[in-house]
DNA sequence: ATCTCAAATGCAAGCGCTTACATCGACGGA
DNA sequence: TCCGTCGATGTAAGCGCTTGCATTTGAGAT
């Protein structure tokens, strides 16, 4: 008790147990390699102290830290939060630990978490969407960081991804708008600014009408944040006009759910006087009233295939393979056939 | 382009630049205590080489890390999103980065995750809710790492909190649903095993009952995990005994919405047949239909002045002073008075 | 008892950075 | 002109750990 009370060190093991630092260092890390009644001994010595290896000195001296980043674009919803915990269910399995930090859809912040979470020791990275500065993936190449694009597919892409293809899953979803009557469709969708996501999502509503005869340029967009309010916002934009549309597709169930609410505050009937399509399928999906008609994301089979590849660059087992995740629509109330005098 | 490329060291900077490390270093650090011609030319190296810091060296050099790490329960809903999304953006414009991860919810994963967050250098912590191990305060007092309690405030807890009372604000909910006519009161709480959030919210409405000449004990209460299907079932359980309820208190709004699409299922009319209310006031509360009557809780403001807090502890500013945020009751169609022949 | 040879352990050199202290140099005052 | 000062820069000692290599140990073979 006389010492002064701070965070022991692997030196202070060592001497309270009579050994030298790189034994007990190979207690804690390769335990076989260490004869069992010195292992004893040491980890008596560690329990005693309360030892806690310091991990900066750890990642230094190793230059391995079995931490794995993780830059989604924001966490005030659930779009990433499912396969994101799959992410990290996946990653325990490994031994690695997850950090997460959010970029609130800026891709300045998204470049400052990059470098924090390298410049910190990440083994590897989990990003979103393939869209960024190609100086970031410079920056991960020098570092040997090898880093995985997650939420997005694109068959020509450079980087390694497991994601679903945002194109086609939309053009499947609009061909149903279509096909259950609609002509007048709109899209409310996420901002396309450095958001390969959203681009292709809007190209996929756009092939689709293209591929039945709708002229794509008639569609109008309206490009907003991915809020509620948003939506909301957005919605009330797009039902202002005088040819107002059947049929409202969202970039996402935030949006949509956001549309969903304008109009009940409106009083505009959903799906009577307009339909509204989601994507991504969360819960709210399924709560929203009427229930969204949307995208269904296999989330979480996502976020373990992403861990897995990961963890594989990472072990230079692999040199990195995509996968294509399949969406599937799903239906439910909010999409219906227009009222014929609409 | 000769040498291998791999990622420059403030050596290499300080070769390029001619100078020594320790010019390089104040350079970043401190530069006014450089030359502005010195500076210029260590800049210049620095963005020709594509420098950044080593951050495992610089903690464990400096042994600061300006790094804050916060361990939530989980990211699978928006209870802890938007409290969370305020008290990192506080946190930058204080230079700090946030380290997110989660528990699920076990203590076990906490610990560890605190373990790891301390190890790596933070040099504060977030944690959500009083009651955990003896054993964690006494390490991270030992480590020096102040921690900040939040979502919680206990009138005579030892730990620095910047939380809301939830017994109180239960109490009022309560004391709400009790006004409006309620008699036969259930409630669906989360796990309290462990979670002093889950315990003081069900003793709330205990309190209510008590203060109004209604047996507490009389109560039925369901715990189960926080998740919608969770809310579902138990909703279902309640709805079949024979003396329905005419009131069910949900320990948050995720069980509460579950709660509410069970009755949607199974044909019970909200609030004609049972009243439904929640607690935090997510985006869900007013998507649900009918929309919650909950309690609100201002976490922007929460996470704001946590992040405020807890920096003043880090830097030795503060001992830690703990805030009593006001929470909000706040009525919507969920709750109504229930049918006379009830 | 002696020798052999793995297995177990110790030694010590870093990992990349910060910082106390030493050194250098320029400028102003005597 | 010389010295004192003070600001700018360099020197080098760690920070706590891992790990290649050297050394010691002990069990089995002779």
Redesign the interface.
């Known amino acids: 008790m006389g010492k002064t009370?701070?965070?022991p060190t692997l030196n202070d093991v060592a001497n309270h147990a009579g050994v030298s630092t790189a034994t007990v260092s190979r207690c804690l890390n390769t335990p076989n390699q260490v004869v069992e009644k010195t292992r004893v001994r040491v980890m008596q010595a560690v329990e005693e102290l309360?030892y806690?290896?310091?991990?900066?000195?750890?990642?230094?001296a190793a230059k391995r830290?079995f931490?794995i980043g993780a830059i989604i674009p924001?966490?005030?919803?659930?779009i990433f939060?499912?396969g994101?915990?799959a992410f990290?269910s996946e990653l325990r399995r490994s031994g690695y630990?997850?950090?997460?930090?959010?970029s609130?859809y800026k891709p300045d912040i998204e470049k400052e978490?990059i470098?924090?979470l390298?410049?910190?020791?990440a083994d590897g990275l989990l990003l979103i969407g393939h869209e960024r500065e190609d100086e970031i993936y410079?920056?991960l190449k020098?570092?040997?960081v090898p880093a995985l694009v997650a939420w997005s597919y694109l068959p020509d892409a450079r980087q390694t991804s497991v994601g679903f293809n945002n194109r086609d899953a939309m053009f499947e979803l609009a061909q149903n708008v279509i096909d259950t009557g609609h002509r007048r469709i709109a899209m409310i969708s996420g901002v396309t600014a450095g958001n390969d996501r959203a681009q292709t999502r809007v190209q996929g509503v756009r092939d689709a009408l293209q591929a039945n005869g709708i002229d794509p340029c008639k569609m109008r967009v309206i490009e907003t944040t991915y809020e509620?309010d948003s939506g909301a916002n957005a919605f009330r934009e797009l039902m202002s006009r005088d040819l107002r549309p059947t049929a409202i597709i969202c970039g996402n169930d935030v949006l949509a759910?956001g549309a969903?609410?304008e109009a009940r505050r409106t009083g505009v009937a959903v799906p009577d006087e307009v339909s509204v399509t989601g994507f991504d399928d969360i819960?709210?999906a399924?709560?929203?009233?009427p229930a969204l008609t949307t995208v269904h994301v296999p989330h979480r089979e996502m976020g373990r295939k992403a861990a897995q590849e990961l963890i594989a660059m990472v072990n230079g087992t692999s040199k990195g393979v995509s996968t294509c995740i399949k969406t599937q629509v799903v239906h439910r109330q909010s999409l219906a056939r227009p009222q014929t005098d609409a």
Chains 1, 2 share one sequence.
């Open positions: 009370r701070s965070a309360g806690t290896p310091n991990f900066a000195a750890r990642v230094m830290s931490t924001t966490m005030d919803n659930a939060a499912r994101l915990q990290q630990t997850l950090l997460v930090s959010s609130e978490q470098r924090a390298v410049a910190r020791g410079e920056y020098r570092h040997q509620i759910v969903l609410r819960e709210l399924e709560i929203a009233n």
